[in-house]
């Protein structure tokens, strides 16, 4: 039988049962792990989907950046063109339509574009999943990052991500995970990440997680259709875009989305019409699972059954994915 994702995340979902069982052993919440914080100097990236044009800058900046080759999807081995995350991309720009597509950043007759990468969880699940510790999330700025030397192959992380991010390379003789690790490489040389870099229109946006968020709040108080400055690749880069602000839904993806992001979200058109699970709790999975695992068993417990409550939280995050094709609107690469 072939193995998917998808395939997998069934097969292991059904072993949810036992943690299902131990569920009903809940421990005391003065014994529960809380959500890990967000660094004190972390940093992120802002994506607004209102001022994203879908030119996929960001995808061409992402592929050069990280040495990752062209995927063709259409057989003419000419053009990159990747429909979604995959073993051979880091970052892709999905567009809503909806209607007649007239009014961008609108549900109704609408369309709105969606940048899909690693969200650099402020708590994990794939590396509270990784058995070797391949997955890390760096105390300095909360970067998760990959290590491909450290990796055995065993795909809990895919398993285990709530936003279907990690990608296994199932066609490559060595196939490693992946995934953005926000160009680390970049950042150590002083650079910012390449998709912040190549964007024209600040859609994408580098900064610190407080500055970001400052950000944020400036947008949500300005008043739809005024004229407002948003800068380009970074927030101090003094290089601005003009535009008139957009009406945004309430909701700043990835502030407590399961237990939050550092790669946040802003969009006029709601959530689950662009290809990312809504409803998700406020409480990472990695502390609940962390949590069943240090207070019920001290340690012991085996680390399927573990895993088995970071799949059974993916598993609902797919479904929600893939329920979003039944909602109106459709989602493309
Ligand atoms: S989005 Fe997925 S791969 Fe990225 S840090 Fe979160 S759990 Fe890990
Ligand atoms: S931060 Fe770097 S690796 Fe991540 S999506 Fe942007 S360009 Fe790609
Ligand atoms: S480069 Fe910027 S405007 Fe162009 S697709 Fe990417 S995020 Fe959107």
């Not at 989305?257 to 290809?275: C, E, H, I, N």
Request: proline residues 6%.
């Amino acid at each position: 039988m072939t193995i998917t994702r998808r395939n997998f995340l069934r097969q292991a979902a059904g072993g949810t049962a036992a943690a299902a069982a131990c569920a009903t052993l809940a421990p005391s919440p003065a014994e529960a792990r809380d959500n890990l914080k967000v660094p004190e100097k972390a940093i992120g990236l802002l994506y607004d989907s209102t001022l994203c044009i879908g030119c996929k800058a960001c995808m061409s900046g992402c592929k050069d950046a990280n040495n990752l080759p062209l995927e063709d999807t259409i057989g003419e081995k000419l053009w990159d063109t990747p429909l979604e995350l995959s073993g051979k991309t880091y970052t892709v720009i999905k567009i809503y339509q909806h209607g007649t597509m007239a009014n961008k950043d609108k549900a109704e007759n609408g369309f709105a574009h969606i940048k899909r990468q690693c969200l650099h969880c402020v708590d994990p699940s794939c590396v509270s999943a990784c058995p070797v510790s391949a997955m890390q999330k760096r105390p300095e700025d909360g970067v998760v990052t990959y290590n491909k030397d450290a990796c055995i192959g065993c795909r809990y992380c895919v398993a285990a991500c709530p936003f279907g991010v990690p990608q296994f390379q199932y066609d490559t003789p060595k196939p490693e995970i992946a995934k953005c690790q926000l160009c680390k490489h970049r950042l150590a040389e002083g650079k910012i990440p390449a998709c912040a870099e190549q964007c024209p229109t600040g859609a994408t946006l580098f900064g610190t997680h407080q500055a970001l968020s400052a950000e944020i709040a400036r947008r949500k108080a300005m008043k739809p259709g005024e004229p407002n400055l948003f800068p380009r690749r970074t927030i101090d880069s003094g290089d601005n875009h003009e535009k008139a602000a957009a009406e945004y839904v309430d909701h700043v993806y990835g502030e407590k989305d399961a237990g939050g992001t550092q790669v946040r979200y802003l969009s006029g058109v709601p959530f689950d019409k662009l290809a990312l699970p809504v409803g998700l709790p406020e409480r990472s999975y990695a502390a609940d699972s962390e949590t069943l695992q240090t207070t019920l068993y001290g340690g012991l417990i085996l680390p399927g059954i573990a895993l088995a409550g970071l799949v059974a939280a993916a598993w609902r995050g797919s479904k929600t994915h893939h329920d979003d094709d039944d909602q109106g609107g459709q989602n493309h690469g």
